[in-house]
């Protein structure tokens, strides 16, 4: 008699199905977690504390434009001298 656990005396290919599915859930899982957690630093977990990303500090963008070219130097050491009376050289949203 001839069932689908054996075949010819012995388990059958089938066996190496459920393996495979498994390996395919678990890669899944994983593939969907990582972007997730990827996506996530922006995402719908992040903590909402309302503070900006260092890169959009104000010193960081005046830094920006004089390395674009877009101020100065002139400009840019008045106007880093105004931030850093405001913000403070490691006060919040400045640079350390």
């Known amino acids: 008699m001839q069932t689908l656990a054996t075949w010819d005396g012995g ?7 459920f393996p495979l599915i498994w390996a395919a859930v678990v890669f899944g899982a994983v593939t969907l977690l990582r ?8 995402g ?11 890169g959009d500090s104000p010193l960081a963008v005046l830094g920006r434009r004089f390395a674009s070219g877009e101020i100065d130097e002139d400009e840019y050491w008045r106007r880093m001298s105004v931030l850093e009376e405001q913000f403070g ?3 919040k949203g400045g640079a350390a």
């Open 11 to 17: 388990p059958g290919p089938w066996i190496l199905f």
């Open 35 to 42: 972007r997730t957690v990827r996506r996530g630093r922006g």
């Open 44 to 54: 719908p977990w992040r903590l909402m504390d309302g503070s900006r990303p260092a």
């Open 89 to 91: 050289r490691t006060g």
